[in-house]
């Protein structure tokens, strides 16, 4: 048995340098709020305003509620959940940078009863689920598997992004899974990335439709700097974009398919949606 289907949204709230990967060089924090240059709170408003009133997930990349302790304040007063991307924007596979990094946003996580947790790169290892257990974190979103799947790791539960399967057959979806070629060559699309939104926003929509009605609630994520689009957009990212061609549809404007989601079917936090499907299996 499944939860009332609902297409679970979520933003990773990050700077829009984050796409470019600029974080690996940049070590400290100032010089990143300087590059940010205000874009992350400039956005939190137009976004908020545009979700109206559906209520979705937010996961904040830590350092920005040092930057801007009025974002997450935003988030919460707006009636949305505050999860945690990471304190720091980095591909965080190894244990010790991952309990730094986790440590790092420690006192904001339990300010604000933060929940969940999306890796970043949605990038997850073994050993990050037993150090969010320890973290009082309740679950990530942080691997790709079809829609409807809800793993368990110790005390964490994983929700995926999803992905859609046009092959026949029950898969079996462990945790941590990395997507890769052979999963795509394989029959596994992950729909649920903004990086497909880009590249096929009106497909999704339909797939959207589909698993809808198969009583499937799909994970989906977007970024601000898909939503709003930062000042000088264009002259910041150009040179990345062309040494990196596949993030270009990561910085295509994907307002409309926001508001076509928001429009045509029922949304809610992935927070919101484990309750309830840990309530319908208590039931049976
Ligand atoms: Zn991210």
């Not at 408003?45 to 109206?52: C, H, M, R, V, Y």
């Not at 006192?107 to 073994?126: H, L, Q, T």
């Not at 079809?146 to 079996?172: H, M």
Request: proline residues 7%.
């Amino acid at each position: 048995m499944l939860p009332s289907p609902r297409v679970l949204l979520s933003i990773d709230f990050e700077p829009w340098f984050a796409l470019t990967r600029r974080y690996d060089k940049l070590e400290n924090s100032v010089e990143r709020r300087n590059l940010d240059g205000g874009f992350t709170l400039q956005a939190i408003d137009p976004i908020l305003e545009k979700l109206g009133s559906s209520k979705i997930s937010f996961y904040l990349v830590g350092e920005i509620a040092d930057w801007y302790p009025e974002i997450p304040q935003k988030i919460i007063k707006a009636g949305h959940e505050l999860g945690l991307h990471c304190q720091i924007h980095r591909s965080l596979v190894g244990m010790d940078e991952l309990a730094s990094d986790i440590r790092a946003s420690a006192s904001w996580v339990k300010d604000y009863g933060v929940r969940g947790y999306r890796a970043p790169m949605v990038g997850m290892s073994e050993a990050a689920y037993s150090l969010l257990e320890e973290s009082g974190f309740v679950y990530s979103s942080s691997i790709y598997a079809p829609a409807g799947t809800l793993l368990q790791k110790g005390k964490v539960w994983e929700i995926p992004v999803s992905t859609l399967r046009w092959r026949r057959g029950k898969g079996t979806y462990i945790a941590p899974r990395q997507f890769t070629w052979g999963l795509l060559l394989g029959g596994e699309y992950p729909y649920g990335s903004s990086l497909s939104i880009g590249l096929m926003g009106k497909t999704i929509l339909g797939i959207l439709e589909n698993e809808l009605k198969k009583g499937f609630s799909p994970v989906l994520f977007m970024h601000p700097y898909e939503i709003v689009r930062p000042p000088h957009w264009v002259s910041r990212i150009w040179r990345d974009v062309v040494s990196h061609p596949l993030l270009w549809p990561f910085t295509w404007n994907k307002a409309e398919f926001l508001a076509a989601v928001l429009r045509n079917f029922p949304v809610s936090p992935i927070g919101t949606y484990l309750d309830d499907a840990l309530n319908v299996r208590a039931k049976v």
